[in-house]
T-cell receptor
Framework: GAVVSQHPSWVICKSGTSVKIECRSL??????MFWYRQFPKQSLMLMAT?????????EQGVEKDKFLINHASLTLSTLTVTSAHPEDSSFYIC???????????FGPGTRLLVL | AQSVTQLGSHVSVSEGALVLLRCNYS??????LFWYVQYPNQGLQLLLK??????LVKGINGFEAEFKKSETSFHLTKPSAHMSDAAEYFC???????????FGKGTRLSVIA
């Protein structure tokens, strides 16, 4: 069964609004989670690393004030897309490494459409 | 910096034919290597992983991959393609520890009846 969940799976919003996406590790604790973005027919690009109890680390070119990340607990990280615009429409995927198995588990993804 | 190159953005095979998806990596340290599959409008599913144990790795759905250090390759194979194998396949690499994955651009596999 799934070990990482994301909510919501689909969201449609108006331009200028904010959208929060949750990523949960279901049966293990994750001090680190990763957020990726995937545009249609493209690969996954790392946006940021979410660290429990400290600030997220953003990749070059990713606006930290636009993509707010909060790692509130050892099983929950949230990504908030603030003042969303149509160009933010994408597939957002989180992952959490399960250190005991050396594997990263991916959430099912959240498809965001900004109108 | 680590990187992954997947040769061929699109591979088409006949049902029952051999599947070969190519992946070459660049890493300054012994890498962890992964193959993921993504079906349309879905997340990623782990097919198999190499973590410095056996060089021939068997995964789910009949897929396997062989780590060849001399060729810096980790090609994915399956002896006989099924229609259900049609999907996007991503090769990925990372260091040990809690480091993010670096993905290749992906290869779309089509299976022709």
């Amino acid at each position: 069964g799934a070990v990482v969940s994301q909510h919501p799976s689909w969201v449609i919003c108006k331009s200028g609004t904010s959208v929060k996406i949750e990523c949960r590790s279901l049966d293990f604790q994750a001090t680190t989670m990763f957020w990726y973005r995937q545009f249609p027919k493209q690969s996954l690009m790392l946006m940021a690393t979410s660290n429990e109890g400290s600030k997220a680390t953003y990749e070059q070119g990713v606006e930290k004030d636009k993509f707010l990340i909060n790692h509130a607990s050892l099983t929950l990280s949230t990504l908030t897309v603030t003042s969303a615009h149509p160009e933010d429409s994408s597939f957002y995927i989180c992952s959490a490494p399960r250190t005991s198995s050396e594997t990263q588990y991916f959430g099912p993804g959240t498809r965001l459409l900004v109108l | 910096a680590q990187s992954v190159t997947q040769l061929g953005s699109h591979v088409s095979v006949s049902e029952g034919a051999l599947v070969l998806l190519r992946c070459n990596y660049s890493s300054s340290v012994p890498p962890y290597l992964f193959w993921y599959v993504q079906y349309p409008n879905q997340g990623l599913q782990l097919l198999l992983k190499y973590t410095s144990a056996a060089t021939l790795v068997k995964g789910i759905n009949g897929f396997e991959a062989e780590f060849k250090k001399s060729e810096t390759s980790f090609h994915l194979t399956k002896p006989s393609a099924h229609m259900s194998d049609a999907a996007e396949y991503f090769c990925a690499v990372r260091d040990s520890g809690n480091t993010p994955l670096v993905f290749g651009k992906g290869t779309r596999l089509s299976v022709i009846a």
